[in-house]
């Protein structure tokens, strides 16, 4: 399952490098590649949805360059949608923080999605603490903030900014505010067991969807749908987004898993 409450696209980042003429003559001559060609490689194979394969390729870019500071980032950041290797994630985050110095933007993303890592792993005054570091580079940065309230707010009960998460996350969908409204979801994401109400999935999934983030939403969106099989909304969008990856046995699947939930 996705990290809830993670902020995506801002949180990658690219490795500015030009492929020189030798290093192309390099690759077809099928020699090992270089560290930014296995960089590459692993920022391709996640936008095509191969998280597993994106991570070996970051593996790889770092064996030959320990220091590249943007792998370790997105290693981490492939590392959490997995979902089992948490810790990893962690250590990844840290690594490529302390590595370089980051423009605000990324450093604020990092931050924030270092800290729903540590709240995931009950590290709960850590992950405050990344909340906080997340806000001191972007101090406007409202997924941050609302992480940290609810990360802080130990012995309350939190079913009440679900649903009120889940409302703001709706009224911004509804007016086309796709990034505001996918961070919304992802805030409300941990506050409520989706075997119970699935509507943040289903929320989440449609934004990514909306925002042409095709790979992205499927993988949420198929989270979801092993947590709550029995959502219509979850497997017909998730049959939407399979049809527009073109990914027709998949999609068939859905739809009829789908229609057969419609009474």
């Keep these: 399952m996705l990290g809830n409450g993670m902020q995506k696209g801002s949180g990658e980042v690219a490795l500015a490098c030009i492929l020189t003429g030798a290093a192309r003559a390099r690759r077809t001559r099928m020699a090992a590649p270089s560290a930014a060609e296995a960089f590459a490689a692993g920022s391709s194979a ?7 394969a994106s991570v070996l390729h970051y593996d790889a870019a770092l064996r030959l360059n320990p220091a590249l500071a943007e792998a370790h980032i997105n290693r981490a950041a492939v590392l959490a949608d997995l979902g089992n290797r948490g810790d990893e994630a962690v250590h990844a985050y840290v690594a ?6 980051w423009p605000r933007s990324t450093a604020s993303a990092a931050y924030n999605n270092l800290g729903v890592l540590l709240r995931d792993l009950q590290r709960r005054d850590e992950a405050a603490r990344a909340f906080e570091r997340a806000l001191a580079a972007k101090p406007d940065f409202e997924l941050a903030a609302t992480n940290l309230h609810t990360t802080t707010r130990r012995g309350e009960p939190l079913n009440g900014d679900f649903v009120a998460l889940i409302h703001e996350a709706n009224d911004r ?3 086309g505010q796709n990034a505001e409204a996918a961070h919304l979801y992802r805030a409300a994401l941990p506050l409520r067991d989706a075997r119970v109400d699935a509507s943040a999935y289903v929320g989440l999934g449609a934004a990514l969807h909306s925002s042409a983030r095709l790979a992205e939403a499927r993988h949420v969106l198929a989270a979801g749908a092993r947590l709550s099989p029995a959502t219509p909304g979850m497997m017909q969008n998730l049959a939407t987004v399979r049809s527009d990856l073109k990914q027709w046995k998949g999609a068939v699947g859905a739809w009829r898993r789908a229609l057969a939930l419609v009474p």
């Excluded at 996640?46 to 597993?52: F, I, P, T, V, Y």
């Excluded at 490529?96 to 110095?101: D, M, N, P, Q």
């Design 173 to 175: 969908f509804s007016r």
């Design 96 to 101: 490529g923080l302390s590595a370089k110095r």
């Design 46 to 52: 996640r936008a095509a949805g191969d998280l597993e």
